[in-house]
């Protein structure tokens, strides 16, 4: 049934979580592949050079750390592990690869890096709750 699970990271604690959660899911069912999106804001590009180059590096080790303790977290699964680092609005990313992957769920947090206090859905879960192609699993 959740043969491919997407799972959104930001590298905060709630994401963690459900990076532990979808490798739970994954041991549980007949799952083929956990595929790990991070998505990375967009460079403007008024920035000039070397300065957007600089911030385009500083992004992308951001993300990749990001990426690295999200497979940590998710730990010995029996399935295919696959990342991909985007550029670009999260809510959208999340979509955009559930609905070319053909991912069966996504897995991701309640809230995120946000610090807006009370907040119980993050806006990124709240677009992708919204417009999924897919169930999507919000782990608190
Ligand atoms: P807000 O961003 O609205 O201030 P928040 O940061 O607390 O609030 P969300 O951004 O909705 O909450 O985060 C909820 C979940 O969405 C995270 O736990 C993570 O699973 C996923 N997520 C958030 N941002 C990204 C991102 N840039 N790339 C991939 N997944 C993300
Ligand atoms: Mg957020």
Do not use: W
């Amino acid at each position: 049934m959740f043969d491919k699970i997407l799972l959104a990271v930001d590298g905060s604690e709630h994401a963690l979580h459900a990076a532990r959660t979808a490798a739970d899911l994954a041991r549980s069912m007949k799952t083929s592949e956990i595929r790990i999106v991070t998505a990375y804001d967009f460079i403007p590009p008024y920035l000039g050079e070397p300065n957007m180059q600089y911030a385009i590096d500083a992004r992308m080790e951001s993300a990749k750390t990001i990426m690295q303790k999200a497979v940590h977290a998710v730990g010995d699964v029996p399935c295919e592990i696959h990342t991909e680092l985007i550029e670009g609005p999260a809510a959208e990313a999340i979509i955009d690869v559930a609905s070319t992957r053909k991912s069966n769920v996504i897995v991701m947090g309640s809230r995120g890096l946000g610090t807006l206090a009370g907040l119980l859905l993050g806006s990124t879960s709240q677009k992708v709750v919204a417009h999924a192609p897919c169930p999507v699993l919000i782990v608190r």
